[in-house]
């Protein structure tokens, strides 16, 4: 499902209500597309199903509309897109760049501790296994009832993107996973992403710092699955009285708790536009009418302090 015209895009995970930080980071998604007169993208990036549910997704999408941040497209839920992530991986494979990777998140941990093993790294374990250590390896999986994880073949040692807000960035490429393996194998995030963004038209990342690290790794799968790599702009997080990132475990304010404190809707966006240097909206509208997306390089913002007159 593409469009001629581009879009930009916000994805939340469902395994809890939207806080915050959350909430400001899609405002500002929403006001980067709009400054760029891009159509906007909603997505459901539910493929943990441990940790993820419907009834979680449809109340995150009730607090974005609340705000006035809505897809003008199809919302797409990951968990039911795994023919095309299939897909994207047959062609990868096609081309000799899967392999099967046989190792457990223990025997992956072990070999990074080793001398010269450069941490955070896959070592590279199952990258070069002759035919006969795969079928090896295979069977002893299929006797504990694992299934192998795919990897991607990476083909060069780093990649970089410019991104808006952050400039050039460039990072080391890893043999990321495709599709998880162990006895519930699922197909894996960085995939997901690349092809849900082609797939919805968008051209326009605007998402967390936290998230700028993967960036890269993304837009270096984009290319090899001959996809168009989106503009990207990695915008600061919210931090916490203490300096430190804001999350609900920390006690970071859902909209349904400050709705529980009479916070209504225009008053959450008006608090979120004096984060981003725009007190006195009430309207997501309002906000576009002056929001400048060379501001999306922004300093870092407290809660409260930053977002309460």
Same mark, same amino acid.
């Given at each position: 499902?593409?469009?001629?015209?581009?879009?930009?895009?916000?994805?939340?995970?469902?395994?809890?209500?939207?806080?915050?930080?959350?909430?400001?980071?899609?405002?500002?998604?929403?006001?980067?597309?709009?400054?760029?007169?891009?159509?906007?993208?909603?997505?459901?990036?539910?493929?943990?199903?441990?940790?993820?549910?419907?009834?979680?997704?449809?109340?995150?999408?009730?607090?974005?509309?609340?705000?006035?941040?809505?897809?003008?497209?199809?919302?797409?839920?990951?968990?039911?897109?795994?023919?095309?992530?299939?897909?994207?991986?047959?062609?990868?494979?096609?081309?000799?760049?899967?392999?099967?990777?046989?190792?457990?998140?223990?025997?992956?941990?072990?070999?990074?501790?080793?001398?010269?093993?450069?941490?955070?790294?896959?070592?590279?374990?199952?990258?070069?296994?002759?035919?006969?250590?795969?079928?090896?390896?295979?069977?002893?999986?299929?006797?504990?009832?694992?299934?192998?994880?795919?990897?991607?073949?990476?083909?060069?040692?780093?990649?970089?993107?410019?991104?808006?807000?952050?400039?050039?960035?460039?990072?080391?490429?890893?043999?990321?996973?495709?599709?998880?393996?162990?006895?519930?194998?699922?197909?894996?995030?960085?995939?997901?992403?690349?092809?849900?963004?082609?797939?919805?038209?968008?051209?326009?990342?605007?998402?967390?710092?936290?998230?700028?690290?993967?960036?890269?790794?993304?837009?270096?799968?984009?290319?090899?699955?001959?996809?168009?790599?989106?503009?990207?702009?990695?915008?600061?997080?919210? !931090?916490?009285?203490?300096?430190? =990132?804001?999350?609900? $475990?920390? +006690? @970071?304010? #859902?909209?349904?708790? /400050? &709705? *529980?404190?009479?916070?209504?809707?225009?008053? !959450?966006?008006?608090?979120?536009? =004096?984060?981003?240097? $725009?007190? +006195? @909206?009430? #309207?997501?509208?309002? /906000? &576009? *009418?002056?929001?400048?997306?060379?501001?999306?390089?922004?300093?870092?913002?407290?809660?409260?302090?930053?977002?309460?007159?």
């Amino acid at each position: 499902m593409t469009s001629d015209r581009g879009a930009g895009r916000y994805a939340p995970t469902p395994s809890g209500d939207l806080h915050i930080g959350n909430l400001r980071t899609a405002v500002a998604a929403w006001l980067a597309a709009a400054a760029t007169d891009r159509g906007f993208a909603v997505r459901v990036d539910d493929l943990d199903e441990e940790r993820c549910d419907e009834e979680t997704a449809t109340r995150q999408l009730e607090d974005l509309a609340a705000l006035g941040v809505r897809s003008d497209r199809e919302v797409v839920y990951q968990s039911r897109r795994g023919e095309a992530y299939r897909a994207a991986a047959e062609r990868l494979a096609a081309r000799g760049l899967v392999y099967e990777c046989y190792c457990s998140r223990r025997e992956i941990r072990e070999a990074q501790s080793a001398p010269h093993a450069t941490p955070g790294r896959y070592p590279g374990t199952c990258r070069n296994l002759s035919e006969s250590q795969r079928r090896e390896r295979r069977a002893r999986l299929k006797d504990q009832g694992r299934a192998p994880a795919l990897r991607l073949r990476a083909q060069a040692p780093s990649w970089r993107i410019e991104d808006r807000a952050r400039g050039s960035v460039e990072r080391p490429l890893d043999d990321i996973v495709l599709r998880r393996g162990g006895q519930q194998p699922g197909w894996a995030y960085h995939l997901a992403v690349v092809v849900d963004d082609a797939y919805s038209g968008v051209d326009q990342v605007v998402r967390g710092a936290d998230l700028l690290d993967v960036s890269p790794t993304q837009a270096y799968l984009a290319s090899l699955l001959g996809l168009p790599e989106p503009s990207y702009a990695h915008v600061s997080l919210v !931090l916490d009285e203490n300096g430190e =990132r804001l999350a609900k $475990r920390s +006690g @970071a304010p #859902s909209a349904r708790d /400050l &709705a *529980e404190e009479g916070w209504g809707p225009g008053e !959450l966006l008006a608090a979120i536009g =004096r984060s981003l240097g $725009r007190p +006195g @909206a009430g #309207s997501l509208d309002e /906000l &576009a *009418e002056t929001f400048d997306p060379s501001e999306l390089a922004d300093p870092p913002v407290r809660w409260p302090a930053d977002f309460v007159a």
